[in-house]
């Protein structure tokens, strides 16, 4: 690795055994003993086993006559030494209230057999999908059965009670295990919850075939059921504050889209109210969001929330996930601190979202030293509305520096009460000195493409960001793994290809085993913050190693929401060692800047002409916000050119703010010690392809994933700056690149990426590039830049970079690309289609519009290999490989075995079959195709070339995991050949079990789902 030369005494730098100098090696020494608390809570360390240079170093620090109070210490992080009397030790636990049995009482709210369920009664229509049928199965005598057609209405409203715990358990059977019953949580208070679904309830409930969005709290799912088999189920459920009705409804997602689906038969629904002690339900929140075994420290969403619509401060702050010690009274914990100069413990204080109205709870924090005991905060909250929010303290210890004391932490309620209360985020740090590795600010934009920025472009569209360009390195061709927010994101933190970290659809989220950035970072001694309004982003892991993840998925949000925000962090918190993530969800739909950014690019009358009115949102075939933008069902040529004008000008209004950030930084003297980072998850097309405006889809073109990526380093950063870097590279390399210019070393880490840190202190050049006009699809003249082509009049070079191989991929689409020296080549292999590819020269056609697919077999040739490596690497298989060298002969394929299911291409031959193929193929490679099989499955596979045959057969347990390191020979072989792949292990899920009403309602105003 190599790492930036840096002037500071404290900073963290890669101790690689050449030598430095001894002031260098002191300075590290300072910083390494500031940071051992940090991880262990004292500076007591077993080093005993260690003999590397940096364990060496760390003996000596320890050896060290004068011991130094740790500038960073986390209470959550410190419980293991800390002395704790609190209920929740006494207790084991449950997992769920469902898990508790017959010792919970309870009341049954609904309950059915079917023995005697009247379809009429319930309000289904007499030939609607699912009826009863008595006497079906033998065993079970009457259940209900699904046909496999219009499942929204198998229904049933019940009402509920907010904050209760409910059971519902059912019977199934079914060969499809997609279909099943879905838990709905809404706000409709029913007005005849005596009458199972009464017409006047169902009305209110449903908004066509679905629960209607605006009323929708909680989606709860159950476990996948076994197939075949009758299978019972019970879920538990805590009530949100806001939910006063449950809605169990039919769902198969297949018929849903496909319009088509199996049948399923059901037994035994019973839905019960719980009624667990306090004792019972403290048990069931030991595990609930724990991210230690006693169930006292909890990340996550714990306060109750209210409707985006009705949100006002504090009450957004509801929505964080922090981390958080769970007191329930009376808890005490105390904790043995060394106090620092200058420190302050910092804290919030709430009730738990289980609590109940009226319930008091007392919040109190002491320190003892030599001298005797202090309360330094008595805070006293009655659990109600209207106080039902995080409440923010700040105590100065500096009274004990220099001392060690016992800070205690107590909870307690009135006599005969009891409560659950939170201490948010407790933190005792100091103010960040200069000695101290430096902020790092990530700045997002959402669906922004690189050419329409300042830089790519001679329209003025990003100045305050091209300001910032002047301290930082600019990579001008950098290139996102997906085309839309939530893979492309989750490969930014991770740094894994999306293939790898498997957040492809919206019910999909980081998994808690992968380590992000952020967890790096916080594991370092940064404070950790972010600031977001995004759906696409909301409780889907991205919260991880956050000490504060705020986002609310309001898609109403504009910029000047984000600056507030932000600025009323960094007034409280700035002078904090931060990491800082920053998202605007500008320029993505619906446009909606305010003046003077509507009118900043826009030709005069253009939007009255039109009938025009903010906010805009466009659709296939549709503009919302527009009167006269739509003839014959198409979208007119007249509107297209002012859609990007409005774009641009969403572009310049973001700028602006985030210029405002950059300003304050300066102002609080913080800047040039901050690291700042501006990227994109994504573009947006605007017509230039197949008529589409939006982003997502089964496309990879450059308007999608050529993005921006500016990188500012500290002050002491040595590589040259204001520079350009033209080196094609990827945004999943960002995640390294931050790790190593904070001295955090990326080596050891399991990443599909590279720093970029080699490239940013590399040797400059002076290079003249110029601008090159586009044509807009109306005729007239764009000003922006051509995709891939930087528009500047003079930019410093870094010379004698070569360009880093790119892959991108949309795997919900089943498409990828990889881009390399110039060429892109794009795959698109849906199940049971023809394989579509795609090859295009960027060099001579930077545009995209000629695909050479048969015109550069060579280069081809060498761009499959490169994919199929990439898929061994991170997709899990099998996989079959077959290659020729008769490029003119036709072929026919036949897979075949025991616990096979299905046999895909991804290249090569069409499917004239089930599990064959067969065609003529153009190169050597005639066919490669992912298999889903068991892991005992046994593949056979035979392959016939004119007379020639082959076959080959194995265990798909038996093959090796991983590419083959003679893959180059297996695809170039001089005669018929097969072989077999594993490919990658099994990538690390996690299924969300739970879906918010406020992600989807946020998602349906994005014009995401329907």
């Not at 996550?300 to 509801?318: A, E, H, S």
């Not at 500008?586 to 253009?606: E, I, L, M, S, Y």
């Not at 008529?691 to 889809?697: I, K, L, P």
């Not at 295009?840 to 490169?866: C, M, S, T, V, Y």
Request: net charge negative; charged share 25%.
């Amino acid at each position: 690795m190599q790492t930036i030369a840096r002037n500071r005494s404290a900073d963290i730098q890669k101790i690689d055994g050449t030598g430095a100098n001894k002031e260098t090696v002191d300075m590290r020494k300072l910083w390494i003993l500031a940071m051992l608390p940090v991880a262990c809570g004292t500076a007591q360390v077993d080093i005993a086993s260690q003999e590397s240079p940096e364990s060496q170093a760390v003996q000596e620090v320890i050896e060290a006559p004068v011991a130094r109070a740790p500038r960073l210490i986390r209470l959550t992080d410190m419980l293991d030494d800390a002395k704790v009397v609190s209920p929740m030790k006494r207790l084991d636990s449950m997992g769920s209230v469902a898990a508790m049995g017959d010792s919970l009482a309870s009341k049954e709210i609904y309950a059915t057999d079917f023995s005697d369920f009247d379809t009429g009664t319930a309000g289904w229509p007499a030939r609607g999908a699912c009826t009863v049928e008595r006497r079906f199965d033998p065993k079970r005598g009457a259940v209900l059965r699904y046909h496999g057609q219009n499942p929204h209405k198998c229904i049933f409203v019940l009402p509920v009670e907010p904050r209760r715990h409910y059971r519902i358990n059912r019977g199934i059977n079914t060969a499809n295990p997609g279909i099943d019953l879905g838990i709905m949580e809404t706000r409709v208070r029913l007005k005849h919850p005596r009458d199972l679904n009464h017409s006047d309830d169902v009305d209110s409930v449903l908004k066509g075939r679905f629960v209607g969005m605006g009323e929708l709290v909680l989606v709860h799912h159950l476990p996948r059921a076994k197939t075949r088999q009758w299978d019972h189920h019970s879920i538990s459920i805590f009530t949100s504050a806001q939910t006063h009705s449950l809605v169990i409804q039919l769902q198969d997602p297949e018929q849903l889209l496909a319009g088509k689906g199996d049948g399923a038969m059901f037994d035994d629904l019973i839905v019960e109210e719980l009624q667990p002690t306090m004792e019972q339900e403290l048990a069931v929140w030991k595990d609930h969001l724990s991210v230690h075994p006693s169930g006292l420290v909890k990340h996550g969403q714990m306060l109750p929330i209210r409707p985006v619509r009705d949100l006002k401060p504090p009450f957004d702050n509801n929505y964080d996930y922090r981390y958080a010690l769970f007191a329930p009274t009376p808890t005490q914990m105390t904790f043995k601190i060394h106090v620092a100069a200058n420190a302050r413990l910092s804290l919030s204080t709430a009730p738990f979202k289980a609590s109940k109205e009226g319930e008091q709870i007392n919040f109190v924090v002491r320190a003892k030293n030599a001298k005797g005991e202090v309360e330094l905060l008595r805070h006293g909250l009655e659990v109600k509305d209207e106080l039902w929010h995080w409440h923010e303290h700040r105590v100065s210890l500096q009274q004990f520096t220099g001392e060690h004391i016992e800070l205690t932490l107590e909870t307690s309620a009135p006599d005969g009460q009891s409560g659950i209360g939170l201490w948010g985020s407790p933190v005792i740090d100091v103010p960040r000195s200069t000695e101290d590795p430096p902020n790092i600010l990530l700045i997002a934009v959402d669906t922004l493409r690189a050419d329409r920025m300042q830089g790519w472009t001679s329209r003025p569209t990003s100045t305050r960001v091209s300001e910032l360009a002047k301290d930082s390195v600019t990579f001008a061709n950098a290139i996102a793994a997906a085309n839309w927010t939530s893979p492309s994101f989750a490969s930014l933190f991770t740094g894994m290809m999306p293939s790898r970290h498997q957040v492809i659809h919206r019910v999909r989220s980081i998994a808690p085993q992968i380590h992000t950035l952020t967890e790096h970072l916080r594991d370092k001694g940064w404070i950790t913050h972010a600031i977001a309004y995004k759906a696409y982003l909301y409780n889907m892991g991205f919260e991880q190693g956050f000490d504060t993840w705020f986002n609310v998925p309001d898609p109403n949000i504009v910029a000047d929401d984000n600056l507030g925000k932000t600025l009323a962090w960094l007034e409280g918190n700035g002078d904090q060692r931060f990491f800082l993530f920053l998202h605007f969800n500008d320029t993505h739909q619906p446009f909606n800047q305010p003046d003077p950014f509507v009118d900043r690019f826009t030709k005069p009358g253009a939007m009255d002409d039109l009938g025009v009115s903010l906010p805009v949102m466009i659709g296939e075939g549709r503009v919302l916000g527009c009167r006269r933008c739509v003839e014959n069902g198409a979208i007119t040529e007249r509107f297209k050119p002012l859609a990007r004008d409005l774009y641009d000008g969403e572009i310049a209004y973001v700028d602006d703010r985030i210029g405002r950030i950059i300003d304050t930084l300066k102002e609080r003297g913080i800047y040039n010690d901050t690291i700042i980072a501006f990227v994109s998850d994504h573009g947006e097309l605007m017509w230039e392809h197949d008529n589409y405006f939006g982003h997502g889809g089964a496309t990879l073109y450059d308007e999608l994933i050529h993005v921006p990526l500016i990188i500012k380093p500290a002050a002491d950063f040595k590589g040259p700056l204001a520079t350009r870097i033209d080196a094609q590279v990827g945004t999943i390399d960002l995640m390294p690149t931050l790790l190593d210019m904070t001295g955090v070393t990326s080596e050891a880490l399991d990443l599909d990426n590279r720093s970029l840190v080699p490239l940013m202190l590399g040797p400059a050049s002076t290079t003249a590039t110029t601008t090159t006009a586009d044509t807009a699809t109306d005729g007239t003249a764009d000003t922006t830049g051509t995709v891939g082509t930087p528009a500047t009049t003079e930019s410093t070079n870094i010379a004698g970079s070569a360009d880093r191989r790119v892959f991108s991929e949309n795997i919900k689409n089943y498409v990828m690309s990889v881009r390399d020296q110039g060429w892109k080549y794009v795959v698109h292999h849906r199940p049971n289609r023809r394989v579509t590819e795609q090859l295009f020269w960027l060099n001579k056609d930077p545009q995209e519009r000629d695909n050479i697919i048969g015109k550069a077999p060579a280069r081809l040739a060498q761009l499959r290999e490169q994919i199929v490596g990439f898929v061994l690497r991170d997709r899990s298989g099998p996989f079959v490989l077959v290659t020729g060298i008769d490029r003119h002969q036709k072929y026919d394929v036949r897979i075949s075995g025991t616990g096979l299911e299905s046999a895909e291409p991804i290249i090569g031959l069409a499917k004239n079959g089930p599990r064959s193929f067969a065609g003529k193929s153009r190169e050597s490679l005639v066919l490669f195709a992912q298999l889903k099989s068991t892991e005992s499955a046994e593949i056979e596979v035979v392959a016939k070339m004119g007379k020639n045959e082959v076959k080959t057969r194995a265990v798909v347990a038996d093959l090796p995991f991983g590419v083959p390191k003679d893959l180059h020979e297996f695809l170039n072989a001089k005669q018929l050949t097969i072989h077999l792949f594993r490919g990658a292990p099994p990538a690390v899920t996690a299924e969300k079990q739970e879906i918010d009403g406020q992600q989807l309602e946020a998602l349906r105003a994005m014009g995401y789902i329907q």
